[in-house]
């Protein structure tokens, strides 16, 4: 048995798969410390872990999106920064804080954390404090690491004769200076808490500074990088949480594959306008499918009828669903995505905001999908995407193929070995 931090943002996309990782570790015997911010005390303790809060500027009262500064803000790098200085980098202080307390009262802990919780960056760049026995970073968004052979967006394309690996590097020093208010924040955060070493390239450093980092992803769906870090490994997707006091709806016995069903989702988070759901309900109306709708919320919120070839769930557990499905329609959210693809079920993607483009752009590269590249599809749009993805034989090989891959993955497992070596 080992005794393991784990650390997450308190925003749910990051909290949920280091709490199910959580979860599959104290069942292996290890002793878990599960820290984050105050609002998420419930879903730790209901999961039998141990709770810390983390206090200060890394306590958030409710996700990002619902922040009303950012709201003002327009999809691309003013956001991101945005994003990465208020969620990331300015917690940085308090989450050292709270690390090092919790290593003087026990020095023999291993952490594992969510790649963009940093409170242990510090003293890996040389600022004074205690160090866990082993770092492990987990990467629950797209490997954003520069390299020569891709760009967060996937390798730059070029014409005839032109070198690829330059227009790659190119394209990656172009992204990093348009991230540089995040970069001076994060070297002045650092310098203010005594590190010495230089400060890294922000969305390289979460990834090459940590002593082994586990990428929630698997090869065939990521960008291949022939030049990054052994310390980097692609451990595959944790399984889909199963609901055990889920009860079947009285329409379930219609998803029986006398057609194709057509699962529409905008996950938990980015559903308070239900802009793909509405369309894609609305633009799926006459085709000879079944829709099923997740809307992460409840179903009073949807602003027009539901069509007769459509159902409409608040939630409906992935494990069930998907298996079931034909396509899946999603605002790119890279857990469901990958969730779908696993379950051998090619995708369709409308997103812009967030790590969305970059999941969207893995689906079109690796012609697992299609992307939509609008957060907000006409009713026309999502049609032909559908009957496009239900009759593309090739996508559905591609699809069927990296499932596969998914399946061969033991990512529980990976990441313990990572750990504890």
């Not at 990331?88 to 291993?110: K, M, R, S």
């Not at 520069?146 to 070198?163: A, I, L, M, R």
């Not at 490994?233 to 079947?248: C, F, H, K, T």
């Not at 219609?254 to 559903?271: C, F, H, I, M, Y």
Request: hydrophobic share 45%; aromatic share 6%.
């Amino acid at each position: 048995m080992a005794k393991i931090i784990v650390a997450a943002p308190p925003l749910t996309g990051e909290v949920s798969p280091l709490l199910q990782l959580a979860r599959g570790l104290a069942g292996r015997g290890h002793h878990i410390t599960f820290v984050t911010g105050s609002r998420f005390r419930a879903d730790v303790e209901s999961a039998g872990l141990a709770f810390v809060p983390v206090g200060g500027l890394a306590e958030f009262v409710s996700d990002i999106g619902d922040d009303p500064e950012r709201a003002k803000l327009a999809p691309g790098p003013e956001m991101l920064n945005y994003d990465f200085i208020h969620a990331f980098v300015n917690p940085i202080p308090d989450q050292h804080a709270v690390l090092q307390q919790l290593l003087e009262q026990d020095p023999d802990q291993y952490l594992i954390s969510n790649a963009f919780w940093l409170g242990a960056l510090p003293t890996a760049l040389g600022a004074p404090g205690l160090r866990p026995c082993r770092w492990v970073g987990v990467s629950a968004v797209p490997l954003a690491l520069s390299s020569d052979d891709t760009t967060f967006f996937g390798p730059v394309p070029v014409g005839p004769g032109e070198d690829q690996k330059a227009a790659n590097r190119a394209a990656n020093a172009q992204f990093a200076v348009m991230m540089r208010p995040t970069q001076d924040r994060l070297a002045t955060v650092l310098e203010s808490l005594g590190a010495t070493k230089d400060c890294p390239v922000f969305v390289d450093g979460v990834v090459t500074v940590p002593d082994a980092v586990a990428a929630l992803t698997v090869p065939g769906f990521e960008f291949e990088r022939g030049d990054a870090p052994d310390s980097v490994r692609l451990v595959g997707i944790l399984p889909a949480r199963s609901a055990a006091d889920w009860e079947p709806p009285p329409w379930w016995a219609e998803l029986d594959g006398s057609r194709p069903v057509v699962v529409v989702t905008q996950g938990t988070l980015a559903n308070r306008d239900l802009s793909l759901v509405e369309p894609a309900l609305t633009g799926l109306a006459d085709l000879d499918v079944t829709v099923v709708a997740a809307l992460g919320r409840e179903v009073g919120a949807l602003s027009i009828p539901v069509p007769p070839n459509a159902h409409v769930a608040e939630f409906i557990p992935f494990d069930v669903l998907l298996p079931k499905a034909s396509a899946y329609i999603t605002n790119g959210g890279l857990g469901g995505t990958q969730q779908a693809i696993a379950a051998g079920v090619p995708v369709i993607v409308a997103g812009v905001t967030e790590d969305k483009p970059a999941v969207a752009a893995r689906v079109a590269y690796h012609n697992l999908g299609i992307s939509l590249e609008t957060a907000t599809p006409t009713p026309e749009a999502v049609a032909a995407a559908a009957e496009s993805v239900l009759k593309d034989t090739e996508m559905h090989a591609n699809v069927h193929k990296l499932a596969q891959v998914y399946a061969a993955h033991d990512p529980l497992g990976e990441i313990e070995r990572l750990t504890l070596g």
